[in-house]
């Protein structure tokens, strides 16, 4: 089974502070991502990738920044919080193949901003 | 901007009713996939419907994408507790785009 892991499942951070959420998976995904999710809004995407140092910017990329260094690890990073930031923000997976192949995903961190 | 809306958002059920859950847009999809996402958990693939007027079962899951390849239609007969969750639906048009979700309680 493919497994996706986030390094937080809850986190609290303040406001102007420098934020790194991790996720790895086991898999051998060329394709990784992240989401974030917000009630009613479903999920937006942040940013992607589709190989080692390679990023894409999603739909909401505006104060978040990415890095892939490794295959398997893919970090996502909060420049400079803010409480607008708050969120559940979700990490996937998949492989090369088109845009069929499935996602598979994290449990989710939950990131509070005070 | 393009669009998926599901409908209904929330939906409140005993055990044991069926019910019906909607996915549309103005755009065309090459494709469409349900996930469904269990309190405390990241989303989980259900199926892709690929082809319009495709109809796919999944044991008590009865997924239909719309002729015209624009909608999209997931029915749960004789909901079960464990049905519980958060639908969503997500579809390709060159970019993939996620609908807001309904979210489904089924009480015992």
């Known amino acids: 089974d493919v497994k996706v892991t986030q390094s937080s499942r809850y986190l609290v951070k303040r406001t102007g502070e420098k934020v790194f959420l991790e996720c790895v998976q086991d898999?051998?995904?060329?394709?990784m991502f992240w989401y974030r999710q917000d009630p009613g809004l479903g999920l937006r995407l942040i940013y992607f990738?589709?190989?080692?140092?390679?990023?894409e910017k999603g739909d909401i990329p505006e104060g978040y920044s990415v890095s892939r260094e490794k295959k398997e690890r893919f970090s996502l990073i909060l420049e400079s919080a803010s409480t607008n930031q708050t969120s559940m923000y979700l990490c996937?997976?998949?492989?090369?193949?088109?845009?069929?192949?499935?996602?598979?995903f994290g449990d989710g961190t939950r990131l509070s901003i005070l | 901007t393009q669009l998926l809306e599901q409908s209904p958002q929330f939906l409140s059920i005993q055990e044991g009713e069926n019910l019906t859950v909607y996915c549309n847009s103005s755009?065309?999809?090459?494709?469409l996939q349900w996930y469904r996402q269990e309190p405390g958990e990241g989303p989980v693939l259900l199926v892709t419907?690929?082809?319009?007027?495709e109809v796919k079962k999944l044991k008590r899951l009865t997924f239909q994408f719309g002729d015209a390849r624009k909608d999209s239609s997931l029915h749960i007969t004789a909901a079960q507790p464990g049905d519980t969750g958060l639908y969503l639906c997500?579809?390709?048009?060159?970019?993939?785009?996620f609908g807001q979700g309904t979210t489904l309680q089924v009480k015992p």
């Open positions: 755009s065309v999809f090459s494709s």
């Open positions: 997500r579809g390709n048009t060159g970019k993939l785009i």
């Open positions: 419907v690929v082809t319009g007027g």
């Open positions: 996937a997976s998949s492989r090369t193949g088109g845009m069929n192949q499935p996602q598979h």
């Open positions: 990738s589709y190989d080692v140092k390679m990023k």
């Open positions: 898999m051998d995904h060329e394709n």
